[in-house]
């Protein structure tokens, strides 16, 4: 199995930043993609930030300019660097890997439980 571990989720005012990280963990033989998607209240989950292996990476337009993601292939770790935060901003925000286990040919897509970011005054 694959677990992701997000953290570095809080309240911050508008105009602040935070720093989210995620961690998989577990029996990975590759990693494929890493990123990250958020869910605000009464809304539907939507992708934020993608980093493919090799580096390259994809932003919506709600995060071009002001995040930046980021991965640490040594540890599998992603981090999602987030600036000029806006209360709009305010959701949970959801870690995915697209990951191969060890002695399996697949990719899977796997999920963490999600980090709260909050964006008030």
């Known amino acids: 199995q694959v677990q992701l571990v997000e953290s570095g989720g809080g309240l911050v005012q508008p105009g602040g930043s935070l720093r989210l990280s995620c961690t998989a963990s577990?029996?990975?033989?590759?990693?494929?993609?890493m990123g990250w998607y958020r869910q605000a209240p009464g809304k539907q989950r939507e992708l934020v930030a993608i980093i493919i292996d090799g580096g390259r990476t994809e932003y919506t337009d709600l995060a071009k300019g002001r995040f930046t993601i980021s991965r640490d292939n040594a540890k599998n770790t992603a981090y999602l660097q987030m600036n000029s935060l806006k209360p709009e901003d305010t959701a949970v925000y959801y870690c995915?890997?697209?990951?191969?286990?060890?002695?399996?040919?697949?990719?899977?897509?796997?999920w963490g439980r999600g980090t709260q970011v909050t964006v008030s005054s």
């Open positions: 577990g029996s990975i033989a590759s990693i494929n993609a």
């Open positions: 995915n890997v697209r990951a191969r286990q060890v002695l399996s040919s697949r990719f899977i897509d796997y």
